[in-house]
């Protein structure tokens, strides 16, 4: 393969395309657009609230169900919000933060990050001034022996975030054994700990059937640690990822008391919203079914990326992920430098994930780690960023990695 002159032709392209973020395509957000039919002049909810009106922060009962099914818990564990799940759990973070402030205000928090992660969970604790550490995977999800090893040695560690399954952007679905551990944490803590369940790709499959993913909230209702659970899920990649709803999941004490640190900031959550979600997505086979058309316009693309990817693979380039769900394909080089290829695609046209980006201060420790997000663009834009990449990652390898 003769990349440089290749690459010579890419750039004189004029190429503009972009794999950065993992947003649904167009025939996607088309699968919900009979949700604007379902409220046809009825905005009443089934308990006869007026949804055009003020009040109710933990939302409408029947979001609040459809919360339920999303995050494997009791409705009434659940506050149905606005569009955005970052939103819930920066301001549940917050709300931790002036807590743990108040307890112990000379020392500086830390949280647990498993990487490679989601970059905007890393913002979060950065904006809190939160400290970051890094743990890896293994076959089972997050490496727990190293986890419980930290957490026994440091005392300033507040949290771990988590994507339990299809993690974004690795693909794992955490095992049994790893949820269990999780919701034992805990009890290992001598100062509050909390454990981020951020499942936002709980109904995302890409193949008939994946494994399913333990219960969270019940594993640490026996171990005593359900206060320290707070579990997240949105219907951002169901329906409209920008006027979706978010909801989050607590313990009743907890979201009292979260209810409670929102109160001053809102009245309430868009009702109007809930209404038409709840109607649309009425029941868990209206769900299934729903995500059934989206597989199957998502599952060609993340098969004609490890088609694309297989030539890294036999020349020992990269590795990467083979995910039965979620949004993205988690590509590792062996030889290239991740900033190198990603400036290169840059350079003609094709914006890929910054390098670094799935690790804390957007700082990759080996440069090796890139993130592809195939769902937006259609086939033919797919199969011209991809050939991009791969012949990017041909001529970035054929130098060292910098030192």
């Known amino acids: 393969m003769d990349t440089d002159a290749i690459y010579e032709q890419y750039l004189k392209a004029g190429l503009k395309l972009d794999l950065t973020r993992g ?3 167009p025939e996607q957000l088309a699968l919900s657009e009979a949700m604007d039919q379902t ?3 009825n905005f009443f909810a089934e308990d ?67 990487v490679p992660g989601y970059d905007r969970h890393f913002t979060i604790c950065e904006h809190l001034d939160i400290d970051m550490v890094t743990v890896g995977f293994n076959d089972q999800g997050p490496d727990m022996d190293r986890i ?15 994507v339990p399954k299809h993690s974004n952007p690795t ?5 049994n054994e790893t949820v269990q551990r999780l919701a034992e944490l805990p009890n290992r803590c001598q100062q509050e700990f909390v454990v981020m369940w951020d499942n936002a790709y709980a109904v995302h499959d890409l193949v008939a059937q994946t494994q399913p993913l333990a219960n ?7 171990a005593g640690t359900a206060h320290s659970m707070a579990l997240f899920a949105s219907t951002s990649k169901i329906t409209f990822s920008g006027a979706g709803l978010a909801f989050c999941g607590l313990s009743q004490t907890q979201l009292k008391a979260f209810e409670a640190f929102l109160a001053p900031q809102m009245i309430g959550f868009d009702k109007v919203n809930q209404l038409r979600h709840a109607r649309f997505l009425k029941d868990a086979e209206t769900l299934a079914k729903h995500m059934m058309a989206h597989q199957a316009i998502l599952a060609p693309k993340f098969a004609r990326v490890h088609e694309k990817l297989q030539p890294l693979a036999e020349a020992g380039l990269a590795t990467f992920s083979q995910p039965v769900g979620g949004y993205f394909v988690s590509l590792d080089l062996t030889r290239a430098s991740a900033k190198s290829v990603v ?31 195939p769902s937006f663009p259609d086939m033919m834009a797919l199969d011209q960023a991809l050939d991009v990449l791969v012949c990017c990652i041909f001529k970035a390898s054929e130098q060292p990695k910098p030192s």
């Open 171 to 175: 693909g794992h679905t955490y095992s």
């Open 216 to 222: 969270l909230l019940k594993s640490a209702v026996q």
């Open 39 to 41: 409220i046809a002049g």
């Open 343 to 373: 400036a290169l695609a840059n350079a003609v046209g094709v914006t890929l994930t910054p390098a670094g980006a799935t690790f804390p201060y957007g700082n990759d420790p080996d440069d090796k780690n890139i993130r592809i997000a």
């Open 48 to 114: 006869g609230t007026d949804t055009r009106n003020y009040g109710g922060i933990l939302g409408i009962d029947e979001a609040r169900k459809l919360g339920a099914r999303l995050l494997d818990v009791d409705a009434q564990n659940v506050l149905a919000g606005g569009n955005s799940s970052l939103t819930l759990m920066y301001q549940f973070l917050l709300w931790r933060r002036q807590i743990w402030r108040q307890q112990d205000p000379n020392t500086r928090p830390k949280f647990l990050c498993v």
């Open 23 to 25: 947003k649904p395509c």
């Open 148 to 162: 419980e090893a930290l957490l026994d040695a440091d005392p300033a560690l507040r949290g771990i975030w988590c």
